[in-house]
């Protein structure tokens, strides 16, 4: 990768992964699938969101990219941030709940049961080398002026939007810790 913020970040999101997902592999499907609370998403349903936002910002990369590289090329000697703060952790402390995803990447209710975790996780493991090679061949000073239309995420340029991907999955990799903590005691007062 040319890219070394870009490749720290998937460096990242690689370890983030190499911790927590091989306690997952022993569960079964309906403990994967199986919702902690009514409105809270089970395991599965979170891996699942988690391909899904990595699904789209490929998508939106390999639109941005060639739209914006012309641009960025003319602007790759002016400094950038390579940087993003945590925007879910400042809207939960803003607004004292988690940000809500857009429709589009909530998991589809017809997937639910239909995969065991090592289908789940090969998905999001190839899913994010699709997203690796669109980005592989694009140079730190070029990739830090391809800027993303994302309000909310304040128009993070790519190196932004691969950390951004980490810490986002950050997030929900504490949120299925906590799931997986409370199917354990389930499973010890059963």
Known sequence: MKSQSMEKHFTTLKQQREILYPTLKSLTKVQLW???????????????????????????????????????????????????????????????????????????????????????????IKETLKLSQVVEDIDEDIAGHIIFLDPVANNPNLIQAIQLLAIHEAHHIRIIQNNLESLIEKTDTE
């Open 34 to 124: 199986e919702r902690p609370k009514k409105n809270k998403w089970s395991i599965g349903e979170t891996i699942y969101h988690l391909y899904l936002i990595t699904k789209m910002l490929r998508v939106a990369a390999i639109i941005t990219i060639p739209c914006t590289k012309l641009f960025a090329r003319m602007m790759r000697n002016k400094p950038f941030d390579s940087d993003i703060n945590d925007i879910y952790k400042q809207y939960k402390e803003k607004h004292g709940k988690g940000m809500k995803a857009p429709f589009i990447l909530n998991p589809p209710k017809k997937i639910y049961y239909t995969m065991d975790y090592n289908e789940l996780e090969q998905l999001l």
